[in-house]
């Protein structure tokens, strides 16, 4: 059982001065460092953090309205830019970077009064699906030490499940946050492209990236995501958020069409299927009506993804050169030898996997046949989502093929290791909102179960969640 | 395709602007191979007349005024972590020989 309770309940005992935020955030730093065997955090921001706090509490004592998330601590990936600590995205070359800026989503819910305490280990620019490519250390799942927290965002979902704070922002290029939410059993929400402003936040794949919360409930991912959502004049694919909101979750599912995707089901790990098969009859029993949906060109969508990514990767990191911030190589004669060595010295091998991936699909001769060959099968994945959810509300599958696998049974086989993102990926390339909430486990493992729903219907997917979450408690 | 070459390697790292070494070389040789062997498949699906798709949400040519605004970030801010900077500039090494 959580220590924190229900993220709204929290801000309700700061308001009405049952707690107060320095408690809050004390009780936050505490834990931090109670579990500091899980590896999850990489810097706290204590200073920082108890002043807002004291500010917080003055504010309230004063009669003033400290907003909707007042004196709530949250724990930030280390891609996002937020003041208290360097920003280093787990990476030697950005190691020291001092944070010049916040990000946008960091000062939306900084102005309703939330407090950012600890910045989360995650795989170095966020490349992976376990955070064993962080450059300094891996995370251990909170369920199995032995094993993985999923990731990218490993870092977020364990210091959540943990509960070192009520709530992890995380980011989501192609499964980061859901797969990690779903290894360590915490909620992941990944929200419609453009939703939440991208901007102070470190780019992979700038057509792919998103940011969401991780969170222990529905309810608290839908408050955070409607702090954070909507146009930000400093991210030009941004979009307006919805006229609703997102935190009205009160209809029901009966009559809810969802459709169960035949492609992730097909092989699919026994012990997995049997846990989101039992959770499709409560669905049904519900009354929600529950078809088969199949979309042909899935099974495509890892190969799109790992061209487009590591193009996209290939090109954010060309500003690491040694010049304009972070590792610069010191002894160089000339300035090529200065971007070779600092880039050479300071990213780790799967940054420089994906640069060279990106490199090759973008080079002439093969762009063609590679990237824009990519970015066309991609339209038919598009065109497939938009005829599935012409017969359908939501579409529904595993989050995973498998539960945590052991640290280090991956790593030395790339291609397996992309494989885990199999069943998350597509909703990336297609820009649509997904959700990965807690179905049960297998030998004490969480299984996620993965509910997907069209572009900007965000709201409609929370609602449908918090019900199915409340079916599978 | 085949397999990628040690020289397709050391271009692919001269085009990235990274140094390998040989024990890299040969590991990236076999990696990145195989991965480009795993995304072959997209070379035998039918696309017909799709366009490719670069911009998922729809949004085109989003613009603003070109004007200068005031914001919180100061110069100081955004050059304290340059490796060598002067006169609010960033100094590098020179570039023409």
């Known amino acids: 059982m959580s220590q924190w309770g229900s993220v709204s309940s929290l801000v309700k005992d700061v308001q009405t001065r049952k707690r107060t935020a320095k408690e809050l955030v004390q009780q936050s730093l505490k834990t931090i460092k109670e579990n500091e065997d899980y590896k999850a955090i990489i810097a706290t921001t204590e200073v920082r953090a108890l002043k807002r706090a004291d500010e917080i509490d003055r504010q309230i004592a004063q009669g003033e309205d400290a907003g909707r998330l007042a004196g709530v601590p949250f724990i930030a990936k280390d891609n996002f830019l937020a003041f208290g600590a360097d920003t280093t995205a787990a990476s030697n070359i950005l190691k020291g970077f001092d944070t010049p800026y916040q990000a946008t989503a960091i000062e939306r819910l900084e102005a309703e009064g939330a407090i950012c305490v600890a910045k989360a280990n995650l795989d170095a620019f966020a490349h992976g699906s376990s955070t064993e490519n962080s450059d300094f250390f891996a995370t251990h799942n909170p369920h199995d030490k032995t094993r993985v927290p999923g990731g990218s965002s490993g870092g977020s979902a364990a210091a959540v499940v943990l509960d070192m704070a009520p709530f992890a922002l995380g980011t989501d290029t192609g499964g980061s946050i859901r797969l990690p939410a779903a290894f360590c059993g915490a909620v992941g929400y990944k929200p419609t492209y453009g939703l939440v402003s991208r901007y102070g936040v470190i780019a992979m794949a700038s057509s792919t990236d998103v940011i969401g919360p991780l969170t222990r409930s529905v309810e608290d991912a839908a408050l955070v995501l409607d702090v954070m959502a909507g146009k930000d004049e400093f991210d030009s694919t941004t979009i307006e958020r919805g006229k609703e909101g997102y935190t009205d979750l009160a209809g029901n599912l009966k009559g809810k069409k969802i459709g169960l995707i035949k492609e992730y089901f097909d092989g699919l790990d026994e012990d997995v299927k049997k846990v989101i098969d039992a959770a499709t009859i409560k669905l049904k029993k519900a009354g929600a009506e529950v078809v088969e949906v199949s979309m042909p060109s899935l099974p495509l969508a890892l190969a799109v993804y790992y061209i487009i990514c590591p193009a996209e990767v290939s090109s954010n990191l060309s500003r690491y050169d040694g010049q304009r911030f972070g590792f610069s190589a010191k002894d160089v004669k000339d300035i090529d030898e200065s971007y070779k060595k600092s880039r050479s010295q300071g990213f780790g091998s799967e940054a420089k996997r994906r640069i060279m991936i990106g490199a090759y699909v973008l080079s002439s001769g093969y762009y063609d046949a590679y990237y824009k060959r990519a970015q066309t099968v991609r339209t038919k994945l598009i065109n497939e989502f938009k005829e599935a959810f012409s017969n359908v509300d939501f579409l529904l599958g595993p989050t995973a093929p498998s539960t945590a696998f052991k640290i280090g049974q991956n790593t030395d086989d790339p291609l397996k290791m992309y494989l885990t993102d199999i069943m998350t990926v597509a909703v990336n390339l297609v820009g649509v909102p997904a959700i990965s909430v807690p179905a049960g486990e297998i030998s004490g493992l969480p299984v996620g179960l993965q509910l997907i729903a069209p572009q900007k219907k965000d709201r409609e997917l929370l609602e449908m969640a918090d019900k199915t979450e409340e079916l599978l408690k | ?97």
């Open chain 2, 1 to 97: 395709m085949g397999k990628l070459t040690r020289e397709d390697v050391l271009k692919l790292a001269r085009l990235a602007k990274l140094e390998l070494t040989d024990g890299e070389v040969e590991k990236f040789r076999g990696e990145i191979s195989e991965i480009l062997a795993y995304v072959e498949q997209l070379q035998k699906v039918e696309v017909d007349d799709l366009e490719p798709t670069y911009q998922v949400t729809g949004l085109k040519n989003v613009t603003r005024e070109d004007e200068v605004k005031d914001y919180k970030t100061t110069p100081k801010d955004l050059l304290k972590n340059v490796p060598a900077a002067q006169d609010n500039q960033i100094k590098v090494k020179r570039v023409l020989a």
